[in-house]
């Protein structure tokens, strides 16, 4: 089983509509969560951090269950410019020293 | 520029050739780490350095690859033999100290070995 799971993709939406991506990992010490996103040929950047008690930026939220060991992202009212490949991140030890990334799901928003 | 930087962008070197690549971290943050990505997945850890000290190290590093920081600041990741299997972005990363901070991302080295 691989560290961190993400759904396959791609998703295709249309503008507007709403999308969730789950992600899941295999270490139950995993101390901190990341949503990462990258645009084509791009580094990643930082999307949000994830929280136990859940946390909502804007159109985004993510959710983190500890005893299922599942992440989830869902995205309101979608742009297009929201199209890109979102990558879900564990820490996989106590130490915060390990990001392990999961394969990434890439979400197109069409007109 | 504040951000991570990494030098070169772009690199096309001859299967067997050695190549070097060198990456400056975010100024205060002590960690760094290097990824490599091909197209179509996420990025794999190679290894991470807090300060000068280099304290894991993947699978995927092979003796052909090595890292160094050697003042605990800027990192150099040197693969020699270069194979056609090697061709992908690596990515560098800084990150200051505790458990819930996030990594900040270089703009990557991609390497194409022909």
């Known amino acids: 089983r691989k560290e961190v799971e993400q759904d396959p993709g791609p998703f295709n939406v249309p503008e507007g509509a709403t999308v969730a991506f789950n992600c899941t990992y295999s270490?139950?010490?995993?101390?901190?969560f990341f949503w990462y996103r990258q645009d084509c040929r791009k580094e990643p950047k930082l999307l949000m951090s994830?929280?136990?008690s859940g946390n909502e930026d804007g159109r985004f939220t993510a959710q983190l269950n500890r005893a299922s060991q599942y992440i989830s992202l869902l995205i309101r009212d979608s742009k297009l410019s929201d199209s890109a490949t979102y990558l879900c991140?564990?820490?996989?030890?106590?130490?915060?020293?390990?990001?392990?990334f999961g394969p990434g799901t890439r979400l197109s928003v069409l007109p | 520029d504040t951000g991570v930087s990494q030098n070169p962008r772009h690199k096309i070197t001859k299967r067997g050739q050695n190549v070097t690549f060198r990456c400056d971290p975010i100024?205060?943050?002590?960690?760094l780490y290097w990824y490599r990505q091909t197209l179509g997945q996420g990025p794999e850890f190679l290894t991470y350095?807090?300060?000068?000290?280099?304290?894991?190290k993947s699978r995927l590093l092979s003796d052909r690859f090595s890292a160094e920081r050697p003042k605990g600041s800027f990192s150099t990741l040197e693969i020699q033999r270069t194979e056609q299997g090697d061709s992908a972005m690596y990515l560098c990363?800084?990150?200051?100290?505790?458990?819930?901070?996030?990594?900040?991302f270089g703009q990557g080295t991609r390497l194409t070995v022909v």
């Open positions: 990363a800084s990150s200051p100290g505790g458990v819930n901070t996030e990594a900040f």
């Open positions: 991140v564990v820490n996989m030890n106590n130490y915060g020293q390990n990001f392990v």
């Open positions: 270490n139950s010490a995993s101390q901190s």
């Open positions: 100024s205060e943050h002590n960690r």
């Open positions: 994830v929280y136990s």
């Open positions: 350095f807090q300060n000068e000290a280099q304290l894991e």
